[in-house]
């Protein structure tokens, strides 16, 4: 097998390479199909216990014959390495553990029809329902006295057709007289996502704390759970949400500090004309810290870190030099530092900053690493993919900033006799004399002696990294077991590569980016096995403009 060099760098341990190695040349290899990656299990949301001892996670596998899919629970012992599924009925996610300590775990299940919040005692392994609300819920979260829970539900506040016009049953017209007529993929159907509290018992009714409002927590379309907090003593909630006149034309997001019992609603960051998401409560109560970006109107500005004193709503900056942009930050678990995720060099790591600013990196290599928490011993879990492999759960120890450990291995038969594309990054110089960033894919057993088609990807956005990720809908793996060479570039206009490289695509849509696109394309053309007679470009959204 003759591959150009340098080629696929991983960073397993010598034994485990040695066993593909050698299984490599003992059996006969499979290659990715569109049927194979769908019997490939999703994993995600690890969430670690309060002791540190015990991990939950979720995997989501589908049926092709019965065109549906379904998530699992499942509980691992972290010393042991055993792990057991604990949910069955219906599908089941969003597991949380009781902040208490308690052996109880609260997770969203649709057993019952439409998503619902259920506890379950690990010790006996009783299933409570708490919630009944019509519709179902989502962006569930346990308060930190374990007394409530929050979550969030459509609520039906702007009429439609039928209730507008009763002499017309059967119209299907839709009426608008405002520019949000859609948020992305769906239509806007006047209903708001709301944020409500019920009590863990169930006993009581939710309280809508959004009662009346025509706001929505988190913001549409791609919001969820991490625009919402509770304070550590579970008597407020921090939220985000968009309260302007024109909210389609409005980046201008605002974290929002409510009463568990709806009362009281207070704009902590008046004035500021950029989004300010992701509220963080620091664990002794005294500060919160948030994402924010700059620039009104621009939502691709760079994504900073704030932390703000609660008593005197001072705000300052703790990436204050950093040229990347920030997400998923969580406190440490003792209030020391913070956990963040970041997109650099066609990857994305796992940060550290602590509360004077000073920022380390946890993480490095050829991943995408996601969902960071913490644990009580300092240890860090996340997930982890690449552009050959989905989501795994990894550890992270503290040390030299490095892979992890891995924990799980749910895909691992499906791997262990899978011929594995080559991924490589090439750097190409721009017309403007700039270097550009890009990943190549080379097929299995890739031989350069012999002529490859090759697939341009465009990615869209216009302004996300092509990463490690793993994508089930654009999948670089799939595409180089068909035989192709894959060309992904980080052209101008994505992140991870310093804000300035991120902004100029703005006025210039179709100008340097695609001479970025066109230049790649012809470095690679320089290469005797690309067969530039046999080339196609592939994408959707900007990548198909």
């Known amino acids: ?225 991490e625009q919402i907090c509770w304070s550590p003593d579970g008597k407020q909630l921090c939220y985000t949400a968009k309260v302007v006149d024109a909210p389609e034309t409005s980046t201008d997001s605002s974290l929002f500090l409510v009463a568990v019992d709806g009362s009281d609603h207070r704009n902590l960051v008046p004035g500021r004309p950029g989004y300010d998401t992701d509220p963080a409560w620091s664990p002794d109560g005294r500060s919160i810290a948030f994402h924010s970006m700059h620039r009104a109107g621009f939502e691709a500005d760079r994504n900073r870190i704030m932390l703000m004193d609660v008593a005197s709503q001072e705000i300052r900056e703790l990436t204050k030099g950093f040229d990347q942009s920030a997400s998923g930050v969580t406190w440490s678990s003792d209030g020391k530092s913070l956990l963040f995720l970041s997109d650099t060099q066609g990857t994305h790591q796992v940060y550290e900053v602590d509360t004077g600013g000073k920022i380390r990196a946890l993480t490095a290599g050829r991943y995408h690493f996601g969902s960071a928490v913490p644990g009580p011993d300092g240890a860090v879990y996340c997930t982890r993919m690449q552009m050959e492999r989905p989501n795994e759960i990894v550890r992270l120890d503290g040390g030299e900033p490095g892979g992890g450990v891995v924990l799980t291995d749910v895909n691992g038969s499906i791997y262990s006799n899978l011929s594995l594309p080559g991924t490589e990054a090439r750097w190409f110089e721009a017309s403007d004399g700039q270097k550009i960033h890009s990943w190549v894919i080379y097929p299995p057993d890739f031989d350069d002696s012999k002529k490859y088609p090759m697939l341009l990807y465009c990615q869209g956005g216009p302004q996300s990294q092509v990463g490690q990720w793993f994508s089930f809908r654009w999948n670089f793996h799939l595409m180089a077991a068909q035989g192709y060479i894959v060309l992904a570039v980080n052209r101008r206009g994505l992140p991870g590569f310093g804000q300035a490289w991120n902004d100029q695509i703005s006025r210039d849509w179709g100008g340097q980016a695609m001479r970025d696109l066109l230049t790649a394309t012809d470095g690679m053309f320089k290469e005797s096995y690309v067969d530039r007679d046999r080339t196609g470009a592939v994408g959707a959204s900007f990548g198909g403009y």
């Not at 109880?104 to 619902?116: E, H, I, N, Y």
């Not at 988190?218 to 969820?224: C, I, V």
């Open 1 to 225: 097998m003759r591959i150009p060099s340098p080629l696929f760098r991983s960073q397993t341990s010598l034994l485990a390479l040695s066993v593909l190695f050698c299984t490599q040349f003992l059996a006969a290899q499979d290659r990715m199909t569109p049927e194979l990656l769908w019997k490939l299990g999703r994993v995600s949301d690890p969430q670690v216990s309060v002791e540190g001892a015990r991990l939950l996670y979720s995997i989501r596998t589908y049926d092709l014959e019965q065109n549906s899919g379904r998530s699992q629970v499942f509980l691992m012992d972290t010393a042991a390495g055993k792990t057991q599924q604990i949910t069955e009925d219906g599908s089941n996610w969003s597991a949380r553990w009781s902040p208490t300590g308690a052996q109880r775990v609260a997770f969203l299940s649709t057993r019952s029809g439409a998503a619902q919040i259920h506890v379950m005692d690990l010790g006996t392994r009783v299933v409570r329902r708490v919630t009944s609300h019509p519709g179902g819920v989502s962006n569930m979260a346990w308060s930190p006295t374990g007394t409530h829970f929050s979550f969030t539900a459509e609520v039906k506040m702007d009429p439609d057709v039928a209730s507008m016009f009763p002499d017309l049953p059967k119209a299907v017209a839709r009426i608008y007289d405002d520019l949000m007529i859609r948020h992305w993929d769906r239509w806007n159907e006047g209903t708001y996502s709301h944020l409500f509290v019920v009590a863990a018992s169930g006993k009581s009714a939710p309280v809508d704390l959004l009662d009346g409002k025509r706001v929505d927590t988190p913001l549409k379309p791609f919001g969820g759970g």
